[in-house]
């Protein structure tokens, strides 16, 4: 079954510096991964997605991925943090449920906060 | 806009009410998803529905009830509560591709529900 480890619920940094926030996943076939982005009171927002084309991903607000299938790890970066990039990320894989019907697992989640 | 919309976004409830949850997406999907997001737990999926059919229950309590009447609308209906059902619901759509893996979701606001 598939399934991703976000390591780390909580992570803090100071504005400028590097964001890397830690996702491994567990798929028995190639996977699509995902980056969600969560602010408070409100869904969550698709960041980046890899569906086996680059294995670099970038996305919106200065986010990239990497996909590394020899880690078997999705980690989202941003070179400089900024203030508005505290919130709650989730990354997920794409699965198959019970009806065979398609649908994302989530991780429990990693808050970011942003220091000034 | 994000496509998909929650109504209503705050709900607060006593144990005896009837209450629903509405979602409407107009983005041409034909998967749609009721997900609980409590504080410190991960996303739990509730439902799936497929085409209108529903292909998957992750094992919900009675008390919750869904319907599809199309592709574009599902709702949530609610009755006699426990505090504990207090969360975050999140709606999401997104096109099964027929046997393909996901794309992403497109994930509505959310209601925050509240039982008293």
């Known amino acids: 079954a598939q399934s991703v480890t976000q390591l780390g619920s909580h992570v803090s940094v100071s504005e400028g510096a590097l964001v890397l926030l830690r996702c491994n996943y567990s798929?028995?076939?190639?996977?699509?991964l995902f980056w969600y982005v969560q602010y408070p009171n409100q869904g969550l927002q698709l960041l980046l997605k890899?569906?086996?084309?680059?294995?670099l991903v970038k996305g919106i607000n200065g986010f990239e991925a990497e996909f590394k299938k020899s880690e078997t790890s999705f980690h989202l970066t941003k070179p400089s943090a900024h203030m508005s990039d505290a919130a709650e990320y989730f990354c997920?894989?794409?699965?198959f449920g019970q009806g065979g019907s398609e649908k994302l697992v989530f991780g429990k989640g990693t808050k970011l906060t942003v220091n000034p | 806009e994000t496509g998909v919309t929650q109504t209503p976004r705050h709900l607060v409830m006593g144990m005896t009410n009837k209450k629903s949850l509405k979602c409407e997406q107009h983005l041409g999907h034909n998967a749609m998803y009721w997900y609980k997001q409590s504080a410190k737990k991960p996303l739990e999926l509730m439902f799936v529905?497929?085409?209108?059919?529903?292909?998957e229950n992750n094992s919900v309590p009675s008390r919750f009830s869904p319907e599809c009447p199309n592709s574009s609308h599902l709702f949530l209906h609610l009755h006699t509560l426990q505090p504990e059902d207090s969360a975050l619901y999140l709606c999401a759509s997104s096109q099964d591709r027929g046997g393909s893996k996901v794309l992403g979701y497109t994930f509505g606001s959310g209601t925050r529900l509240t039982v008293v």
């Open positions: 798929s028995s076939v190639p996977p699509y």
């Open positions: 529905y497929n085409f209108k059919e529903q292909t």
């Open positions: 890899y569906t086996s084309a680059a294995t």
């Open positions: 997920a894989v794409s699965a």
